[in-house]
Nanobody
Framework: EVQLQASGGGLVQAGGSLRLSCTAS????????IGWFRQAPGKEREGVLCIRTRDGSTYTTDSVKGRFTISSDNAQKTVYLQMNNLQPEDTATYYC???????????????????WGKGTLVTVSS
């Protein structure tokens, strides 16, 4: 059974930083694309950043370019989302997800991934 455990959310002031972690089990980690998605209240879920763990290739949504980065520790089966210069509009529940396939296709769609973890809430105060 594939399981994804997200952690690291919290309350931060605008301009601050947080690092989210997503630890996977029940899968061959290096075969997968692991991604972070977020859903703000009243909005649709969107892909934020995804990484193909085999070679480190990534996809980044425009709204977080230059502020968020994604990295993978394959030995620990963990993907990290480093979020810097957080803004109130980044407030959302963040989910990690996993699947096989092209990183761009999986990340650009809000529903393409097969496996989802429970979310972790990020709240950015102004």
């Amino acid at each position: 059974e594939v399981q994804l455990q997200a952690s690291g959310g919290g309350l931060v002031q605008a301009g601050g930083s947080l690092r989210l972690s997503c630890t996977a089990s029940g899968l061959i980690f290096s075969d997968y694309v692991i991604g972070w998605f977020r859903q703000a209240p009243g909005k649709e879920r969107e892909g934020v950043l995804c990484i193909r763990t085999r070679d480190g290739s990534t996809y980044t949504t425009d709204s977080v370019k230059g502020r968020f980065t994604i990295s993978s520790d394959n030995a620990q089966k963990t993907v990290y989302l480093q979020m810097n210069n957080l803004q109130p509009e980044d407030t959302a529940t963040y989910y990690c997800a996993a699947d096989y396939g092209r990183v761009e296709r999986l990340c650009a769609s809000s529903n393409a991934m097969d496996y989802w973890g429970k979310g972790t809430l990020v709240t950015v105060s102004s």
